[in-house]
């Protein structure tokens, strides 16, 4: 959590989850040209330190018993969703929560995270 304060720094300077995320590198960037449309794939313009912390987040998360993110994790890869790009989603719903739980100063709800998760 503190690696995440220190690169993310003052939460309040973003409006809306959305702009955190893509301040964290994690947002979806598209190259395009015409009639050539290329693969969507992150940005990756924010911090690498950030990045990589979230992905051995994101990574112990969805191996913990009970845990929301993988629970998320898991209905993604139901639906189809390569195991690399739904571990790229779980990242992306980590900075939503952080940042969320930073700005409002509410406690952290795992049911608030995934329908499917249970409370604490």
Known sequence: MAVLRAELG????????DQ?????????????SGQ???????????SGLLRQMLYLAALRSISLQ????????QHLVARGLKKMSALMAVMRKMV????????????????????????P
């Open 10 to 17: 003052e939460v309040d300077r973003f409006a809306c989850t």
């Open 20 to 32: 955190a995320i893509a301040y964290a590198g994690m947002d979806i960037k598209i190259r395009e």
């Open 36 to 46: 050539w449309k290329g693969q969507p794939k992150l940005s990756k313009q924010g």
């Open 66 to 73: 009970g845990s929301a993110f993988g629970a998320y994790y």
């Open 96 to 119: 939503a929560v952080a940042t969320h739980l930073m700005q409002t100063e509410e406690d952290y709800d795992p049911g608030k995270v995934w329908v499917g998760a249970t409370g």
